[in-house]
């Protein structure tokens, strides 16, 4: 009889670990993003969105501002893209202000994502799963 127990015991062990094991690789394959498939800047924590702008769009690179026909603000224009700057957390609001000045300007749609935590990750998993063309950049702000 013991020795049914203990091998009872010790199935119930195997299907426990490997049901958690299973849920832990689905909850981080959902929530992973490649860093190396983006663009990252690292920068100083805790600023304002004015000052990643000001930091990543550098008169070399892009207009910074740059004021449209409908008197909407690009955050920066450049030779290529139509580019909103918006912490990640606003990430749908960013994709609605890019899709926009990108058709106003003829240029392709691309976001900055100032991440302030690790866990905003999810937020760039969002906007990547629309798949409609928006370039994504990421500021690694923590």
Known sequence: MAKK??????TIHFAITFLLMVTGVYYFGLNYV???????????????EAYYQNQWCTADFGRKEAILWDMTRVDCLTKDYAIEF???????ESI????????????APAVVLILTAPTDYKYVKRV?????GIKIFLVKAY
């Open 34 to 48: 490649p860093q190396k498939w983006y663009e990252t800047q690292q920068m100083m924590p805790n600023q304002v």
């Open 86 to 92: 918006d912490f990640a957390k606003k990430w749908a």
């Open 128 to 132: 990547e799963r629309l798949d409609n």
């Open 96 to 107: 609605g202000q890019a899709l926009y000045y990108s058709k106003l300007t003829g240029k």
């Open 5 to 10: 127990k203990k091998t009872s015991n010790k």
